[in-house]
């Protein structure tokens, strides 16, 4: 159901009155653009530094040393 109403000081005000049968209900608002106030936009986040691949490399760096190890001939 659509029901017109004004927003003043925090609150809606239904034009017509209506009885709910909840307290509690969802409501869908449209609000004219023009009646929002622009507020500054968030900064986007910025994209990792390290693309994928040097952080594959870097990764196999810091495993080659244990890989070594487990295919030493100690381990064999």
Do not use: C, W
């Amino acid at each position: 159901m659509q029901l017109e109403a004004i927003y003043r000081s925090g609150r809606i005000h239904f034009t017509t009155p209506v009885r709910l049968k909840h307290h509690d209900i969802r409501v869908r608002i449209e609000i004219p653009d023009e009646e929002i106030e622009s507020a500054p936009q968030p900064p986007e986040a910025e994209a990792p530094r390290t693309t994928a691949s040097s952080f594959i490399e870097e990764l196999k760096a810091i495993q080659a040393p244990i890989r070594d190890l487990l295919q030493s001939p100690e381990n064999t």
